[in-house]
Nanobody
Framework: QVQLVESGGGLVQAGGSLRLSCAAS????????MGWFRQAQGKDLEFVAA????????AYADFAKGRFAISRGNGANSVYLQMNSLQPEDTAVYYC?????????????????WGRGTQVTVAS
């Protein structure tokens, strides 16, 4: 079993930045591909960004390109999401996800492990 814990969410003004972190614990002997998804109130879960375990492949949702950056930590299984130029439409709960062999990085159904989420609120 793997536990994922997100941190770094909060309230920020439009145009501001936040850096989300996600750390894995438990059965981390495997190497995990990791991703970020978000869910705004009343809307479906949507893909934000993902990175393979060695960092060799990265994927972004169109809205994240040029504003968000995903990276791996120095630890075995940690991931960060740097979010710049935040807008009110970025307000959502952001979830970290991990899987050892997702067939697609941008599909939430491919990830076995999920964190509880961290709230990001962008004020206009």
């Amino acid at each position: 079993q793997v536990q994922l814990v997100e941190s770094g969410g909060g309230l920020v003004q439009a145009g501001g930045s936040l850096r989300l972190s996600c750390a894995a614990s438990g059965r981390t002997s495997e190497n995990y591909h990791m991703g970020w998804f978000r869910q705004a109130q009343g809307k479906d879960l949507e893909f934000v960004a993902a990175i393979t375990w060695k960092g060799g492949s990265i994927a972004y949702a169109d809205f994240a390109k040029g504003r968000f950056a995903i990276s791996r930590g120095n630890g075995a299984n940690s991931v960060y999401l740097q979010m710049n130029s935040l807008q009110p439409e970025d307000t959502a709960v952001y979830y970290c996800a991990a899987d050892s062999q997702p067939q697609r990085l941008d599909a939430d159904s491919e990830y076995q492990y999920w964190g509880r989420g961290t709230q990001v609120t962008v004020a206009s």
